[in-house]
């Protein structure tokens, strides 16, 4: 007797969808909304991945250009004349990509972590934890200025003595002896 290839029994490994771990996992790590905010991240570190290969490119095209040709007198001065504005400027945009990816990946991560998934969710998110805060009595007013006026007054000292003594160099500039 040959049985029917039509008809086919699932597979006994195959986990039920009924299960806490797996609603869990599906819904909270492999969902749809977890993967889009880790490709945030996944972007972001990508990002300090091509600035860490253009920084290093740029450090060994610069060291390159440091070593003497085989030819070279050894008592001669280099070729090529050191531009320092130009060098200025990509250490500036080497360091500002650097910095912009590294901020980019960090800002990914820790939306991944609180499960923010756009600016609208955290404005939500925000809104909620100051209702929360008003409610709960946290926002004091009185309290905050009185805060602040023994913030001034701990503060003015120092700056009332700061002036002075700008003062006093300002006019001994003025009036050399």
Known sequence: MAKDPTTQSPPPDTPSSDSPVSDFLSTHFLGPRARRQFSFYLFGAACVGLSIF?????????????????????????????NLRREAAEALKL???????FATMVTAGTLWAFDVSGTDELRER????????????????EQDKAVEREFEDFVRPS????RREENQKTQNMKDPQ
């Open 159 to 162: 700056l009332k003595e700061g």
């Open 126 to 141: 925000i809104r909620r934890m100051k209702k929360q805060r008003e409610v709960k009595g946290g926002t004091n007013v």
């Open 54 to 82: 253009s920084t290093r490119r740029a450090l060994v095209r610069r060291y390159i250009d440091t070593v003497p040709h085989f030819y070279q007198q050894s008592n001669a001065p280099p070729r090529e004349v050191v």
């Open 95 to 101: 360091a500002t990509i650097n910095v912009l990816s």
